[in-house]
């Protein structure tokens, strides 16, 4: 079993839409939570770094956290073709940049008009 | 701010030849740098850690004399691939950080190596 589990997709939604990405995990030890974006032959980019249970809202995004379950999402609405790209979770069990991240396999997602 | 570069975005190479892979930190000063693999609609992979003047720490399964890792200094660390085989092909990136909440990554390189 993986540590990090994430539905690959490809998820397709119209523009508009709410879009709803998923990722559940294994090891309790995981503290501190993450959400990438990635475009096509890209790097990720950091969209959403949370640390507790509950919800922490940015925009047109918000992450949630459910230790409990050991389950966390993004929620990316009124979304926009520009959205489409892979979103990858990341955990890790230290807090601080120089520690192992874990990461999901990510999410593709399409936004269509 | 966190901007990490990568060069070279894209290499060709033949088998058995080397190639080397920079990271730049360009506006903070990274005591440590990651270095990842990526295939294609899979997730990263980590390769290895680097701290600045120290050897690198690998992980299982990665070979340390096949790829060499040097961080010379707070803003720059290198990847070489050394004799590249056709199984090397992969997009690498790395990413970088300081004394920050989590990792700032590089736009990728993409190995071919025919």
């Known amino acids: 079993q993986k540590e990090v589990e994430q539905d690959p997709g490809p998820l397709s939604v119209p523009e508009g839409a709410i879009v709803s990405l998923n990722c559940t995990y294994s090891?309790?030890?995981?503290?501190?939570f993450m959400w990438y974006r990635q475009y096509s032959r890209k790097g990720p980019e950091l969209l959403m770094y949370?640390?507790?249970?509950g919800n922490k809202e940015d925009g047109r995004f918000t992450a949630q956290v459910d230790k409990s379950s050991k389950y966390i999402s993004l929620f990316i609405r009124d979304s926009q073709p520009s959205d489409s790209a892979t979103y990858l979770c990341?955990?890790?069990?230290?807090?601080?940049?120089?520690?192992?991240?874990?990461f999901g396999t990510g999410t593709q997602l399409k936004v269509e008009l | 701010g966190a901007v990490v570069s990568q060069h070279p975005s894209r290499v060709i190479c033949k088998s058995g030849t080397s190639v080397k892979i920079e990271c730049r930190s360009l506006?903070?000063?990274?005591?440590?740098m990651f270095w990842y693999r990526q295939f294609p609609k899979q997730s990263l992979m980590l390769m290895a850690t680097s701290n600045e003047g120290s050897k690198a720490t690998y992980e299982q399964g990665v070979e340390k004399d096949k790829f060499l890792i040097n961080h010379a200094s707070l803003t720059l660390s290198t990847l070489t691939v050394t004799s590249a085989h056709p199984e090397d092909s992969s997009f690498y990136i790395c990413s970088a950080t300081s004394a920050q909440e989590t990792q700032y990554f590089g736009p990728g390189t993409r190995l071919l190596v025919l």
């Open positions: 090891n309790s030890a995981f503290q501190y």
């Open positions: 949370t640390y507790s249970s």
């Open positions: 506006d903070f000063q990274a005591t440590t």
């Open positions: 990341a955990m890790s069990v230290v807090a601080g940049g120089g520690n192992k991240l874990t």
